[in-house]
């Protein structure tokens, strides 16, 4: 017992011994790297210009002229298809501040597309709560629609010659204006100002074509969302985004260093988006956006979202034949 107890305080000691011997024998610590400047991460989905994805280059249609409602008549097989399931799946933004975003408070999806969304399901069902939100990019509003993944498309999504050939369309419920948003330090006005730099939309937007065709020529960068845009101007990636005056107003509300600067350099008209071959539901939105345009559901809602940053506005006519 007593080796055994003087042989473990032998071994103790040996090991302490070795490991003083180690710190006193110890390398010089190695000089650390110098730390240059680091780029900031870019959003995933960054790429160039896809002009004729969104472009309004096709004028072989009125892309305004929508299908005459014929009331709110949901016998059709769409709408039977819909209320039989009990709910309207919806494609929709939850990243554009004002129009379709997901409320961190609540996590509700909130805005006026958002709203339009939810009167026109109210209309279907006779009462609220009847809509699966499906978020989609930019880039999907097709995709889903063709492939029959959701009922409609509420997204500021602009009706053109090219998409009505791919897509139905509602007739217009708002119209806005492409603009550029830059810091306030800057003093460009319009992609005139902008010869060279680097301009962010979202892909297969009609703000995209139009900066990747602009005569200066500035370098038109593509990101999924329009969030990620901001990201990019913020972290000075880069000098501007260009898109919907709607989109770009959420953007400035978000962030007091930049600004929505110049006149609107296009028009863009939002229809909601509907499978090509589902004319029933098309006739019956048309019948919801008379309703709102009359009733004041959509001045409502406007003034709930966008009037105090816009503007005064009213809802445009349909066209319809």
């Known amino acids: 017992m007593i080796r055994s107890r003087h042989f473990v305080r032998t ?49 072989s249609c009125n892309p305004l002229v929508s299908l005459a409602p014929n009331g709110l008549d949901t016998s059709g097989p769409s709408l039977q298809k819909i209320k039989q399931r009990g709910k309207l799946i919806a494609g929709v933004d939850q990243t554009t501040y004002l129009f379709g975003f997901r409320n961190p408070k609540t996590g509700k999806l909130e805005g006026f597309d958002i709203d339009l969304v939810n009167e026109i399901a109210k209309q279907i069902f006779g009462s609220d709560g009847h809509v699966q939100y499906r978020a989609i990019t930019s880039s999907q509003r097709e995709t889903v629609l063709k492939e029959h993944q959701v009922d409609v498309v509420v997204r500021t999504y602009s009706i053109t010659c090219a998409r009505r050939k791919q897509v139905q369309f509602s007739s217009v419920y708002y119209v806005a204006g492409q603009k550029i948003l830059v810091p306030k330090s ?7 100002d902008l010869a060279g730099k680097r301009v962010c939309a979202a ?28 990201v990019m101007l913020q972290q000075g990636q880069v000098d501007a985004v260009s898109t919907d005056d709607t989109i770009l107003a959420g ?7 930049v600004k929505v600067a110049g006149d609107p350099m296009t028009q863009e008209n939002y229809g909601v988006g509907i499978p090509k071959d589902e004319e029933d539901l098309v006739r019956f939105v048309n019948a919801v956006l008379d309703k709102i345009r009359g009733d004041g559901t959509w001045a409502n809602s406007y003034q709930n ?7 005064p506005a009213n809802p445009p006519s349909p066209q319809y034949g």
Do not use: F, H, Y
């Open 11 to 59: 071994t103790v000691l040996a090991v302490v011994a070795l490991l003083a011997a180690a710190c006193g024998t110890a390398a010089q610590p190695m000089e650390v790297a110098p730390v240059t400047d680091a780029a900031w991460p870019a959003p995933a989905g960054v790429g160039g210009p896809d002009a004729a994805a969104g472009g309004d280059s096709d004028t």
């Open 186 to 192: 800057s003093n460009a006005q319009s992609l005139t």
């Open 203 to 230: 892909a297969k937007s009609t703000s995209l074509a139009k900066i990747a065709t602009d005569p200066a020529k500035p370098v038109a960068v593509s990101v999924p969302n329009w969030s990620d845009c901001l």
């Open 251 to 257: 953007m400035a509300a978000q962030d007091p260093t």
């Open 305 to 311: 979202w966008v009037g105090a940053r816009l503007g």
